[in-house]
């Protein structure tokens, strides 16, 4: 009988959530085939101490485990910073915004730039994304993050399952809900996936939890529960 070889591999990122001794050990024993490691942050010992720790694990495994170093390329900017300084205060969105008149391409380059800052410093983000979906998922997909939530999600049922299905959090609000793909976005998604909020429409917030307890069939005290509950495990 002839041997048979696996075609799939397994690539895994070493990120803050795995940088541990036993977290690389066990990953090693679980069947990755390689290590991503992110050369855009992190300095120089510890890069060189993760490499250490992944060939003592293979060696002890008896196998071969690759290891890819993912290099930073050239920076964007999209102008001059006033005194080259820019604070970031918690609550800020991270934007990818496809109907303004900017480079998309720039976009993406700063919009990595800020999940790499969220992933360095362990923190949430909050996506601001406006017809770049699919760029926004593959972006995400590459970074290890505290927790992830899109402000004002206006969505498919299937955008809405993919963000669900890889962890994320979706935020409703009027204007979103005035949507009706959105409105069986939000039939479809667990209430331990939501947030409520307001943006620049008038409505209260509290007119906003009425109408996703309405969607939902359920009291506004329920949605409430959830909702804090949500909040408690991210922020």
Do not use: W
Not at 134 to 144: A, G, P
């Amino acid at each position: 009988m002839s041997k048979l070889f696996k075609r799939t591999k397994i690539l895994a990122t070493v990120g803050p959530s795995v940088f541990a001794e036993e977290k690389l050990r066990e990953m090693v024993y679980a069947g990755v085939n390689g290590f991503r490691m992110n050369f855009s942050h992190g300095g120089n010992e510890e890069k060189v101490e993760q490499i250490r720790l992944i060939r003592k694990y293979a060696a002890e495994r008896g196998k071969a485990v690759a290891i890819l170093q993912d290099l930073q390329g050239p920076k964007i900017r999209l102008g001059v910073l006033k005194d080259n300084h820019l604070d970031l205060k918690a609550g800020d969105e991270v934007v990818l915004d496809y109907a303004v008149e900017v480079s998309r391409e720039a976009q993406k380059e700063v919009f990595r730039r800020q999940l790499e800052l969220a992933e360095r410093r362990g923190l949430p983000v909050v996506i601001h994304c406006v017809k770049a979906f699919n760029d926004v998922i593959t972006e995400l997909k590459l970074h290890d993050l505290q927790a992830v939530v899109f402000h004002g999600f206006i969505g498919s049922p299937e955008q809405a399952a993919e963000a669900v299905r890889l962890g994320y959090f979706l935020s409703f609000n009027m204007r979103s809900l005035s949507s009706p793909k959105t409105i069986e976005s939000l039939r479809r998604v667990p209430l331990t996936s939501i947030f409520a909020e307001t943006d620049t429409e008038p409505e209260h917030v509290s007119q906003v939890y009425e109408k996703i307890a309405e969607v939902r069939g359920i009291t506004i005290e329920q949605l409430q529960a959830y909702i804090a509950e949500n909040f408690n495990r991210i922020f």
